[in-house]
């Protein structure tokens, strides 16, 4: 960008930002407002979202049902601690959650980030079981593509060939790393994996349906199922990571619903504000709470963020929740993957493609190489699109309202830059 919002250039000293290397990075483009898909630049450029902010904006941008939710209460109530007080919009989202995910998945504990619900998850299952005077059951079986979060804990049950994370090899204690049992071959391995070493694992862990930014790698619910039986066959919990396809992305409300496959917790955030406001949740069975619930202090669960249940979040989860139950969302997410088979078909023959795929409202252009990710993203711009690439991969993840023409607007810089 030739001129630079002087905030722009005044912050940017002292900004450190995700994901790149300060040294070399292109200066980031500065937006001066958002609206239903779209990104207005400061410039006067717009770009449509093609990835609803790292999958957050589900319903689009400044959503006026959200932002009144919102609205009303900063004006009632910004902020109270959770310890010791409560307020109506965290009660309230609560109940509705549990109401919503399938089967006794009722027991709520929100947190700001999905990392960090990643990480009471993996507290909640070390304590179920040193709570049930069982010891020595302190690790976690995860998979190869997998990614669960930055936070220490959280990278140690990634993918650990995973470029972002492969500098703290040895830093945390290693976990268990396994092929995801796709067919009775790798069920059989695992199973075997589990008999040696179930007495040490607390907990498996997955994203279902996709693993995510890991690289956007799809399985079908029969995964799911089997890694339910190997979890009970062996005594073991099974947390469902829900982050980013919880909330409609593949074309259910909840993956583990559509797959009819009841996780014992499922960490959830990304889309459960309706991407307005930090906010996540660790949501465990009646089986798991049962556990800590004790007359004895010492059996709770230790931990608070300070900004846990924060009303603003909380009031804009509600308010999302409200659109879902509109239900408009069931028929946008099967125009969007139709729009997305039929824009991001003509790449399957381009060079260095090795796939292409569709699952919900996500649609996937895979390469046999790492992509140049700086350069796509400014040609993606000049073509009227923010699309940032990951690794391996360029992929769509649009808000559920985007246009027909917005979509075509994607698959067409996608078109531009891949086909050439």
Request: glycine share 10%; with cysteine.
């Amino acid at each position: 960008m030739d001129h630079q919002p002087a905030w722009l250039a005044e912050g940017a000293p002292h900004v450190w930002r995700p994901y790149c290397q300060m040294k070399t990075a292109a200066p980031p483009l500065a937006v001066a407002r958002t609206a239903g898909a779209r990104l207005i630049l400061e410039d006067g450029r717009e770009l449509v979202d093609g990835v609803a902010s790292w999958w957050t904006a589900c319903h689009g941008y400044n959503h006026p049902h959200i932002r009144a939710a919102v609205q009303a209460q900063l004006e009632a109530a910004p902020h109270v601690m959770f310890g010791g007080l409560a307020h109506a919009p965290a009660y309230r989202l609560a109940a509705r959650l549990a109401k919503a995910l399938p089967s006794d998945l009722d027991h709520v504990f929100f947190a700001e980030s999905g990392s960090v619900s990643v990480e009471i998850a993996m507290k909640i299952a070390v304590q179920y079981w040193i709570n049930r005077g069982v010891r020595g059951r302190t690790g976690f079986l995860a998979f190869r593509g997998g990614y669960h979060g930055d936070t220490l804990a959280t990278m140690t049950v990634c993918d650990p060939e995973e470029g972002m994370h492969s500098l703290f090899a040895g830093v945390m204690p290693a976990q268990h790393i396994a092929a995801l049992p796709t067919d009775e071959t790798s069920e059989a391995a695992l199973d075997r994996l589990l008999a040696e070493r179930g007495h040490e694992i607390a907990a498996i862990i997955v994203e279902p349906r996709v693993q995510g930014a890991g690289g956007m790698l799809f399985h079908d619910d029969e995964v799911l199922r089997r890694l339910r039986r190997l979890a009970d066959s062996h005594g073991v919990l099974l947390i469902f990571d829900e982050i980013f396809v919880g909330f409609g992305r593949t074309g259910d409300l909840f993956a583990c619903e559509g797959a009819g496959v009841v996780p014992d917790i499922v960490t959830l955030s990304k889309s459960l504000t309706g991407g307005t406001l930090p906010l996540s949740a660790a949501v465990a069975t009646r089986a798991v709470f049962d556990a800590f619930w004790s007359d004895d202090s010492g059996a709770a669960l230790m931990h608070g963020p300070t900004y846990m249940g924060n009303p603003l979040a909380c009031a804009a989860a509600n308010a999302s929740l409200d659109l879902f139950e509109t239900g408009a969302w069931k028929a946008d997410v099967p125009r969007i993957a139709e729009a997305l088979r039929t824009g991001l078909a003509p790449c399957r023959t381009a060079p260095g493609v090795v796939d292409v795929r569709v699952l919900g409202a996500i649609g996937v252009v895979e390469f046999e190489a790492a992509v140049p990710v700086q350069a796509w993203c400014q040609r993606f711009a000049e073509a009227g699109a923010w699309i940032r690439p990951m690794g391996k991969v360029v992929y769509l993840t649009p808000a559920f309202v985007t246009s027909d023409a917005e979509l075509d607007l994607l698959a067409r810089a996608i078109r531009s830059v891949v086909c050439g």
